[in-house]
C-alpha cells in the first residue's frame, strides 16, 4: 500500500494530513527517510517509523468522550494544564479526536485511529452534521435566528445555513455542518450575542446520552454501524458486518477472483470494458443497489472508475453492461474507466451497497454527490479487489 495510506490506517493523522507529514522529511522505511507519499511499502515486511518512532498497524477503535471545559482537545500542548489525551488510559493513546473543541466548550468528542473516517466526518465536502447546546445572554430574537439560520459574514465569507431550534429561556440548539474556529460563538458573536455555556451533544447519528463529563466509552455496534453509513466508510462498514456476523450480501466475478488480477481485457491495455460481477444474499427491504469502483494507489489519492446508482435488485451485472444511471468518473466521463496504473500493482475496489430508497439523483452525479445521498440508507454493502498492473512494452 501507499505510505500515506499506511499512516492513515496506523492512526497518525487524515491522508491529507499524512501527505505533509510525509513531505516534510518526517518518515523513514526500513532506516531510509522517505518524501514521497505514494512510496510503496508492505506492513509485512518494512519498517516505518515517524520522527524514529515505529508506527504499526492496529485494529481500529471508536470511542466517545465527553469533554469538559478546560481541556483543550490536541494530544500535545506544552502550554495547556491539560489536553484530552489525559482523560484517557495510556492503551488509548494511539486514538486521534475526531475535529476540535475549543477549551470553553464542552460535550462530545469522538476519537479513533481509523484515519479514514476522520476524514470524511471532519472534511467540509462532506457536509457532517454537528448539533450544539448553547446558553445565551438573552433570548434569542426571531428575525436574528433567521439571520443565522441564513448564514452570517466570518471573516468575509458567509457561513453556510445552519438550523436553530428554540429550547426553554434563553438556551437554543444549534446544528452546523462547518468546522471553522469557535464557529458557533462568533457567529451568535455577529449578531450581538454571548454565549454563556456550549455544548457539542451530537455527530452524525452519534450522541453522547448519558456518558458523565469527564468519562469515555466504546462505541457500541448499533452506533458505530449508523456513523459509518452516514460517512459512508465501506469498509469501517464491513469491519462492523463482520464483527456482528451479518453483512452477507457478496460481490463475486466469474473473470477474477478476489485479490487477484484482473484480467488485461477490463483495463485500458485491454477493450476497456467493465467484467461481469455476480450479487448474492442483497438484504430484504432493500429498492436499489449503487457500485463505485476506485483505486486508492493511484498518486495523487483515491480515483475513482466507475459511478453507478440505482441498480435494480439483479443477481448480477453483464460484461459491458449498464446496470443502471451512470455518474461521472474521474476521466470525466459517464462510463466504466478500467485499470490504468502508471506504475507497479494497484488495487481496485468495487464496493456495492444495498440502499433502502431509490435516490433523486441526475445521471452524472459525481461520486461526493452519491455518497452524501446514500447517508443513513445502506443497509449492506460487499466488496470485491483486484489487481492489475501494466504489461510492459503497452
Known amino acids: 500500500m501507499r505510505l500515506q495510506v499506511y499512516l492513515s490506517k496506523a492512526g497518525v493523522a487524515s491522508r491529507r494530513s499524512n501527505r505533509g507529514i510525509i513531505e516534510s522529511g518526517r518518515v523513514s522505511v526500513n532506516d531510509k527517510k522517505v518524501t514521497d507519499p505514494s512510496f510503496r511499502v508492505d506492513p509485512a515486511v518494512d519498517s516505518v517509523t515517524l520522527d524514529g518512532k515505529k508506527i504499526i498497524l492496529r485494529d481500529a477503535v471508536y470511542i466517545a468522550l465527553n469533554k469538559p471545559k478546560g481541556i483543550v482537545t490536541t494530544k500535545k500542548d506544552r502550554f495547556a494544564e491539560k489536553t484530552i489525551m489525559d482523560l484517557l488510559p495510556k492503551e488509548l493513546g494511539h ?37 450544539y447546546s448553547a446558553v445565551l445572554d438573552r433570548d434569542l430574537d426571531k428575525r436574528d435566528k433567521a439571520m443565522l439560520e441564513k448564514g452570517v459574514p466570518l471573516e468575509g465569507k458567509a457561513t453556510s445555513p445552519c438550523k436553530i431550534i428554540y429550547r426553554t429561556g434563553n438556551e437554543v440548539e444549534i446544528t452546523i455542518h462547518e468546522g471553522r474556529n469557535r464557529q458557533v460563538r462568533r457567529m451568535f458573536g455577529a449578531a450581538g450575542y454571548r454565549v454563556f455555556d456550549l455544548k457539542r451533544i451530537k455527530e452524525a447519528d452519534l450522541t453522547l446520552g448519558s456518558l458523565p463529563e469527564g468519562k469515555w466509552r466504546f462505541l457500541n455496534k448499533g452506533e458505530l454501524r449508523k456513523i459509518c453509513a452516514t460517512a459512508c466508510v465501506a469498509l469501517c462498514f ?6 456482528e456476523g451479518g453483512g452477507s450480501m457478496k460481490l463475486t466475478s466469474p473473470e477474477f477472483s478476489d485479490k487477484e488480477f484482473i484480467p488485461g481485457k477490463f483495463t485500458c491495455q485491454g477493450e476497456n470494458v467493465s467484467p461481469a460481477l ?26 475513482t472508475h466507475w459511478v453507478v446508482f440505482n441498480i435494480p435488485v439483479v443477481p448480477g451485472i453483464d460484461e459491458s453492461g449498464i446496470p443502471g444511471s451512470q455518474g461521472v468518473n474521474d476521466f470525466g466521463k459517464m462510463d466504466y474507466g478500467g485499470p490504468c496504473p502508471p506504475s507497479g500493482t494497484h488495487r481496485y475496489f468495487f464496493r456495492l451497497y444495498a440502499l433502502d430508497i431509490l435516490l433523486e439523483l441526475d445521471e452524472g452525479a459525481d461520486r461526493e454527490s452519491l455518497e452524501a445521498a446514500m447517508k443513513g440508507h445502506i443497509l449492506d454493502s460487499a466488496e470485491l479487489v483486484g489487481l492489475y498492473k501494466k504489461t510492459a512494452g503497452q
Open 95 to 131: 486514538l486521534n479526536p475526531v475535529g476540535r473543541l475549543d477549551k470553553d466548550t464542552r460535550g462530545l468528542v469522538l476519537m479513533t485511529n481509523d484515519g479514514d473516517l476522520i476524514n470524511r466526518l471532519t472534511h467540509p465536502r462532506f457536509n457532517v452534521e454537528k448539533t
Open 238 to 243: 464491513l469491519s462492523l458486518s463482520m464483527a
Open 278 to 303: 455476480n450479487i448474492e444474499s442483497v438484504p430484504a427491504g432493500t429498492r436499489s443497489l449503487a457500485l463505485i469502483v476506485d483505486d486508492p494507489d493511484a498518486p495523487m489519492g483515491t480515483w
